[in-house]
């Protein structure tokens, strides 16, 4: 069993950057594949970024490849989401989830265990 809880969230102006952080509590991170999920009002959660649990695979939504940059720190417990250049359709809130979930399925919510609470992330002028 593994809690995980997001931070990092909050207000930024287009353009500017952010960085989430997914810190997990029990079992260690590092035998689980880390997803970043999304959810805006109105829309279905979205697979933004995954990451294997050796971190040598990573990928992302077309929408945020080459803005977007995820990261692990095992030893930290800890997995990363820099995010720059934001614009405001990626206000929502993020969602960190932890699974020993395949490449094949790595945005499928169904596919992870562990899920954090969300931490929003609001881009606005």
């Known amino acids: 069993q593994v809690q995980v809880v997001e931070s990092g969230g909050g207000l930024v102006q287009p353009g500017g950057s952010l960085r989430l952080s997914c810190a997990a509590s029990?079992?260690?991170?590092?035998?689980?594949?880390i997803g970043w999920f999304r959810q805006a009002p109105g829309k279905e959660r979205e697979g933004v970024s995954y990451i294997s649990s050796s971190g040598r695979s990573t990928d992302y939504v077309d929408s945020v490849k080459g803005r977007f940059t995820i990261s692990r720190d095992n030893a930290k417990n800890t997995v990363y989401l820099q995010m720059n250049a934001l614009r405001p359709e990626d206000t929502a809130v993020y969602y960190c989830a932890a699974g020993r979930t395949s490449y094949s399925t790595r945005f499928r919510p169904e596919s992870y265990d562990y899920w954090g609470q969300g931490t929003q992330v609001t881009v606005s002028s």
């Open positions: 029990g079992r260690s991170l590092g035998y689980y594949g």
